[in-house]
């Protein structure tokens, strides 16, 4: 980026991509007041040397609305991305695939503000444009209907949801195999509907097959295959088998102490369930304990 600027000046189109690269590394790593300074410096200077409504221009309006969007400044990504969209359908058109990569994004901004019936509107309107236009396969089709699905499940629309996510799963595992790392995804979609339903042993069988296949592909140390056992484990809770699911949370939790860290959100929530798992023990003991005191004194006094 330095290089850039020297040889080619600060607002040289390629340096403005430089920072703009820079920015998206910020992005990755959770540093989103770095990422956004950038954002906006290049927003600027894009404006000035592109033009308001130039591709780039448009694109580096996304990336900022998209960092508001990962700290929850809901409002001021909404007004981005709603600028983003009109802009795109005037200079792309209203079904090019950067348009409705913007209303996608104005869509998850509203799911993350359970707004579900904005978001439920605009993703059946990205899924059947995606439909018509890359086709009912491709990956950014898939990704759609697998959103619209995520929304039938917020709203408790299991029928839809599953519908929905059996489509998805069938059109990857043809598309991209059967263990690739999306395929599997959407089978644990589908294993939490199930599981939010009370269908514990078909949400047992989906997630080992995940677990394992995260496994082989992914490692067994991976943040997805270590979601994969946190999942299971409450499965199996659920269906009353204890023991098992307090050694895999167990290993659960001590892989992503070792992996992720002793504060991270995930290695947290596994450290929480256990806490809670071995207090709803202890208390599922003693009232054992004191029923079967009650039959001992009953007989005796008989």
Not at 2 to 13: D, M, N
Not at 244 to 268: E, I, K, V, W, Y
Request: hydrophobic fraction near 35%.
């Amino acid at each position: 980026m330095e290089a850039s600027k020297r040889v080619l000046g600060e607002e040289h189109p390629d340096t403005l991509t430089s920072i703009s690269n820079l920015a998206s590394t910020y992005w990755n790593q959770g540093r989103w007041d770095e990422a956004e300074e950038l954002d906006v410096q290049v927003i600027e200077a894009r404006k000035r040397v592109l033009g308001e409504e130039h591709p780039d221009t448009l694109t580096s309006i996304s990336n900022l609305a998209s960092t508001y969007r990962n700290q929850g400044q809901w409002d001021e990504a909404e007004e981005l991305e709603v600028q983003v969209i009109e802009a795109r359908k005037r200079v792309l058109g209203e079904e090019h695939p950067d348009t409705l990569t913007s209303i996608s994004n104005l869509a998850s901004t509203y799911w993350n503000q359970g707004q579900w019936d904005k978001a439920k509107e605009l993703e059946v309107q990205v899924m059947e444009a995606r439909k018509r236009v890359l086709g009912e396969e491709h990956p950014n089709t898939l990704i759609s209907i697998n959103n619209l699905a995520l929304t039938y499940w917020n709203q408790g629309q299991w029928d839809e949801a599953e519908e929905l996510q059996v489509q998805v799963i069938e059109a990857r595992k043809r598309v991209l195999g059967e263990e690739h790392p999306d395929t599997l995804i959407s089978i644990s979609n589908l294993a939490s509907t199930y599981w939010n339903q009370g269908r514990w042993d078909e949400a047992e069988e989906l997630q080992v097959q995940v677990m394992e296949a995260s496994k082989r592909v992914l490692g067994e140390e991976h943040p997805d295959t270590l979601t994969s056992m946190h999942n299971l484990a409450f499965t199996l809770k659920s269906q009353g088998r204890w023991e098992a699911a307090m050694q895999l949370m167990r290993d659960c939790f001590s892989l992503r102490q070792r992996r992720l860290g002793p504060n991270h959100p995930d290695t947290m929530s596994s450290s929480s369930a256990l806490a809670e798992w071995k207090e709803d023990l202890t208390k599922m003991n003693e009232t054992s304990v004191v029923e079967g005191g009650e039959e001992a004194g009953s007989a005796d006094g008989s």
